[in-house]
């Protein structure tokens, strides 16, 4: 049987997801939801018209879902669904601020995953990321591993993209790593950035180390700025279509994801964002990681943090 993917939301993230899902040529089908009447059938037309340019056999399938559910038959058999569905920050907003209203979205969405594609494994992008994770995990009552967010790559992502510019070196000599929520407790981690190869603090000093890690902090909050309408999406659909394909390939690769993590680094019980093997079943094993104690400190901070918004979603 060919693989199947489902992005729900056509917006900018979810067509921009689509895309790349589809361009990757592992997928037999892409399956692309919104509310809104046409969009995700007139997307899939002209994502499939660029099939004989772009040299990929995939096919889109655009579908306009209902308030009770209508149209979610064509999601069956997916083996990956992400979940883009929601509203995105304007400028001065923060991710929580919209809290209580993708809430709601959420978990209609994902109640309708959970009845029409049950053996699934859910890749949540929807924010606040964090939060929204866990509400997928409620809604779904799939087994924890099988649902989980995309925050980690596109954090860890934008930090190496600012140190690669701030030392003009390739981004590709760059390796870098971000932990914690998608949001204000992120956890940057520069004792596990190198240069090539080389430790990162051996090639700034800390205080430029401590401005990339605010920048990258604030990366989000920087694009929707200058966008001045909705927020990034092509470095977020990046992050999380190679999700979906470690995924759809079983391939054991390791991502900053967002996790339930039980017992590593003496935190259990939360969705946070920790490094993890990602394969057919999502979470295959979150890895942890040598940190320094204050690295350490602030990712204990940011899973609190996170505990504490997560023990309210289940009302939501
Ligand atoms: N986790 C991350 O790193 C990132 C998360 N995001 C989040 O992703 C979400 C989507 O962002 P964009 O695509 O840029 O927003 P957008 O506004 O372009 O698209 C959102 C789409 O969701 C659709 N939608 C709303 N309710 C729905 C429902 N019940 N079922 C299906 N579709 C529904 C809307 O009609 C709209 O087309 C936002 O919450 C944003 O904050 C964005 C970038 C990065
Ligand atoms: C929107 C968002 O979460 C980001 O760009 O990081």
Known sequence: MGKKVTVVGA??????????????????????????????????LDLNQSRAIEGFETKVVGVTTGPNGEGYEAIEGSDVVVITAGLPRKPGMSRMDLLETNAKIVRQVAENVAKYAPSAVVIVVSNPLDEMTALAQI????????????????????????????????????????????????????????VNGKPLRDAMPAEQIEELVVKTRNGGAEVVALLKTGSAYYAPSAAAARMAKAVAEDSGEVMPVCAWVDGEYGISGVYLGVEA???????????????????????LAAAEAVRAKQSDISSM
């Open 11 to 44: 917006g900018f993230y979810g067509s921009t997801t689509a895309q790349r899902l589809a361009e990757y040529d592992v997928f037999d089908t892409v399956v692309i939801t919104d509310i809104v009447e046409g969009k995700p059938a007139g997307l899939a």
């Open 139 to 194: 809604a779904t009552q799939f087994p924890k591993n099988r649902v989980l967010g995309q925050a980690g790559m596109l954090d860890t992502a934008r930090f190496s993209n600012f140190v690669a510019e701030a030392l003009n070196v390739p981004v590709a000599s760059v390796r870098t790593l971000t932990l914690g929520s998608h949001g204000d407790t992120m956890v940057p981690v520069p004792s596990k950035s190198t």
């Open 277 to 299: 093997e990602i394969g057919a079943e999502g979470v295959k094993r979150v890895v942890e990681t040598d940190l320094d104690a204050d690295e350490r400190a602030s990712l």
